[in-house]
């Protein structure tokens, strides 16, 4: 998808991103940079109207053009609150078509920190919440999500989310969606927020028991590759948070069963190393697995019960014995520091080593 405007180059549109809008989610944000094009302000102010509900657009044909008055703030607050009333009949203010063609260029203007930070002065988040409050369409619910995600890139943009009141819980609630992209970019858009200095306020949102038992089902139960990436990148992200997020998720998550839930999705991925098709697809979702079980080794409330798997230490040494190991290098090396976080928390097993315990060395190097 492309946007049209003579005024913009071609290196300009290639370093936006124009040509990848909706299926590649962008860089890191640390590895995001803003980018001057001429886009005129008000074309994304009118894109973000052409995404209203009908209960916020009825109620915003009066106001001025700039969205983001005082005025139409009330307004569309004031609206928000009467959204469930109008639940069953409500859709998107234009067809699903054309209204995933504007998002999905709102989706790709949000890579920008300036657009971003447009958009949200323009009460995208606001549009947004009242959107994912009444769709009934998985696409629309996944560009939503995808818009809050690519605004999550950006300081300034991520603060606001927690500022709109009712999005974060709004937010939590799309994980109950049975749909495969809505829910990669849920963890995507969760990742970002949870590593934000607002991780507190998503951790207490995500905290109910219910909402983790939901995060672990999904990550034990699917078998898309991309969404196993992402939802385990999430665990990752909770062990490697500040310690105040990790305190209030962390304790519960391994008491559901996430060790184990982990080391069988690494026996998994494993057995798919050692059949005789290999999928590239599935590499990096082998090295996220090592590196959220790596994470877990150095937290004390869960090095015990990792460093007692003989499982886990079975599946590592499996790996790095490995005859063709070039494609999973980077795994086999983080198989390698996993067992030395293992030896070095757990006598038990240095002795069986040493003894030579079958299934046991001569695993590494070799």
């Known amino acids: 998808m492309s946007i049209q405007s003579e005024s913009v180059t071609e290196e300009e549109e290639e370093e936006i991103g124009y040509n990848q ?11 995001l940079f803003d980018i001057s094009t001429t886009v005129d302000p008000s074309y994304v102010i009118s894109l973000i109207r052409k995404l209203l509900p009908p209960t916020m657009n009825n109620a915003t044909t009066s106001t001025s053009n700039h969205v983001g008055t005082n005025d139409t703030c009330q307004i569309m607050n004031d609206n928000n609150n009467n959204i469930n009333d109008h639940e069953n009949n409500a859709s998107p203010s234009v067809g699903n078509e054309a209204w995933e063609e504007h998002g999905c ?15 949200v002065q323009n009460l995208v ?22 818009i809050i995600g690519n605004l999550a890139c950006h300081e300034v943009s991520r603060k606001q989310i927690v500022n709109v009141k009712g999005l974060v819980e709004v937010i939590v609630d799309q994980l109950f969606v049975d749909d ?21 306020t998503w951790a207490h949102a995500l905290q109910p028991e219910i909402v983790l038992s939901r995060i672990l089902w999904i990550v034990e139960n699917t078998l898309n590759p991309q969404l196993i990436e992402k939802s385990v990148g999430f665990l990752l992200a909770i062990s490697e948070s500040e310690d105040d997020p990790r305190a209030l998720l962390l304790p519960n998550l391994v008491k559901l069963g996430l060790p184990n839930i982990l080391i069988n999705l ?3 991925e494993i057995s798919k190393l050692e059949g005789d098709e290999r999928l590239p697809e599935r590499y990096s979702v082998l090295d996220t697995i090592l590196r959220a079980i790596e994470a877990l080794t150095v937290i004390d409330s869960c090095a015990q019960e990792l460093c007692s798997s003989r499982k886990l230490f079975s599946l590592l040494s499996t790996l790095i014995k490995l005859t063709d190991k070039i494609e999973v290098a980077t795994s086999c090396v983080s198989a390698a520091v996993l067992i030395a976080n293992l030896l070095s928390d757990s006598e038990d097993l240095i002795l069986e080593i040493s003894q030579g315990s079958p299934g046991y060395l001569p695993f590494c190097f070799q």
């Open 105 to 119: 260029v709102l989706w790709d203007l949000a890579t920008s920190r300036t657009h971003a930070e447009l958009m």
């Open 266 to 268: 690494l026996a998994f």
């Open 180 to 200: 495969t992209p809505c829910l990669c970019e849920e963890f995507r858009l969760l990742t970002l927020c949870l590593q934000g200095s607002e991780g507190v």
């Open 21 to 31: 809008l909706a299926q590649n989610p962008p860089a890191p944000a640390d590895e």
């Open 125 to 146: 988040l606001e549009v947004i919440l009242a959107t994912l409050m009444v769709s009934q369409s998985p696409r629309v619910t996944e560009i939503s999500l995808g």
